[in-house]
């Protein structure tokens, strides 16, 4: 079992920035891949970001690519999304999840990971 805990969501205006972070207990963070993903209300849920467990590799949503970065500290378990250049769109609830199985659904996908945190509000005001 893995428990994620999401924190850092918030009110802040186009432009500004804001970080998240995942706080992971119950197994030990390096040894799965971690993403964020986000949900805009009436939208499906969408892929934002990835980092494998040993950290040599990152993925993004063309739509945050150059804005957004995720980063991990295994010391600590805990993932990171740093959000810079925020724009209105990018208001949605923030989950964090983790891949444990890599059961090959595609890295972008919901159902590839298996645990999620309860989310964390962005709002970005125009």
């Known amino acids: 079992q893995v428990q994620l805990v999401e924190s850092g969501g918030g009110l802040v205006q186009a432009g500004g920035s804001l970080r998240l972070s995942c706080a992971a207990s119950?197994?030990?963070?390096?040894?799965?891949?971690m993403g964020w993903f986000r949900q805009a209300p009436g939208k499906e849920r969408e892929f934002v970001a990835r980092?494998?467990?040993?950290?040599?590799?990152?993925y993004y949503a063309n739509s945050v690519k150059g804005r957004f970065t995720i980063s991990r500290d295994n010391a600590k378990n805990t993932v990171y999304l740093q959000m810079n250049s925020l724009k209105p769109e990018d208001t949605a609830v923030y989950y964090c999840?983790?891949?444990?199985?890599?059961?090959?659904?595609?890295?972008?996908?919901?159902?590839?990971?298996?645990?999620w945190g309860q989310g964390t509000q962005v709002t970005v005001s125009s």
């Open positions: 999840a983790a891949d444990i199985a890599y059961s090959g659904n595609g890295y972008y996908k919901a159902n590839e990971y298996e645990y």
């Open positions: 980092i494998s467990r040993n950290i040599d590799s990152t």
């Open positions: 119950g197994r030990t963070s390096s040894s799965y891949n």
